[in-house]
């Protein structure tokens, strides 16, 4: 049995896998181009042609495309707007992004074939991890209109795996089901999973040794911090494996193999990515931190010609990797967003800093970080609960002077007030969790970005 879910791609050499991509490159923009009324009027614009792209380079002649343009377009041919090859009579389903920051969410119709397509990616992410048909997978999703986990759930279909939909439903009784249904296999956000191991020890419910072996962690950066990903696997006995997606291309586009080698593989036979300074968008190189682009070749109903995401990453050859992928890798998975670096008293602070230190000690249930002006001057103050051995005072003392050091360290000397939370007050998250709360004046906020 092959630990490749399609060897013909995942092992090719690197100048066949880019006469591939180029190829693809090519008939994805002849589609926008022909399909598209908003990529059409682009072309045209321009004076160019898609026939006039010769090497996989020009695909920087292309302009980027942004998530302004495709909500402009969505307001002014509401709802759908003008990207998409074709209207709501052909689709079969529409989602949404989650809307973070305060923006409205973008629309995005699936045709059929869009969702095979999918379906497949996610099997690349599923067979890697170790998924196989025999298994049960426990889906703890609230299958809404956030696109989620609907792809890994067509996934785990494809690939034969019983599926247990945890559609909408309490922590307590998703956690009972998997134990019910002797899931082996757990999808989740990695907030989730860590929050469905304190239900479970509630519960005096013995998550370790229950049959589940692998958990599937998408929708937050935390996947792939290691103090997270630790306490994720030692709570659940199973090891734990990143992958990230997003509703612009419908589904995945990296993941974690069964080697593990610190990063993510990218899958580059189904997309083209770039990693660009986010401020210039020249292209940056391997190793260093930059900002997503992504051309997605197999959906037909939205080709998406190098869309700015927002996602910041680090990008390394994927020879690095034992597995034999071709693939390459994202350092670290997907590192944080351009817009979650915060900067202040001219110190960057970085939520995934943040985050690594505070799941470090070991001591914190939930938290929140807030960022505030008092006269003209910014505080940061860190919201912790702490976990029960650090209820006591002296516990307590202990554990925040330690945060407020080592945060202090990791950030040119920035003091972090430590506040402790009441139990259960901080907001818990079964989708994207957003930890970080500024609350600037918006312009000066901007302004410092
Ligand atoms: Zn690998």
Redesign the pocket.
Known sequence: MTRYWNPRTEALAREELERLQLAKLRRTAQWAAERSPFYRARFEAAGSRPEDLETLSDVRRLPFTTREEWQASQIEAAPYGTLGTIGADRAIRVHTTSGTSGRMPLRALDSRKDWSWAAEMWCYGLW?AGVRSTDTAYVAFGYGSFIGFWGLHYGLEKLGALVVPGGAQSTESRVRQIIDFQATVVASTPTYALRMAQEAEQLGVDLRGAPVHTLILSGEPAGSIPETKQLIEEAWGARAFDTAGMTEISTIFMF??????GGA?IIEDHLLEEVVDPVTGEPVGFGELGERVVTSFGRSSLPLLRYRTADLVVRVP?TR?????V?D?YEGGVQGRTDDMKVVRGTNVYMRAVEAIVRGTGGVEEFQLRIHREGIRDEVTLHVEPLAPYEDESGWRDLADLIARELAHAHEGLRFHVERAEPGSLPRFELKAKRLVDNRPALEVAHVR
């Open positions: 890697g974690e193999c069964a080697e593990q080698p593989h994927g990797c034992p597995c034999g992928r693939f890798l």
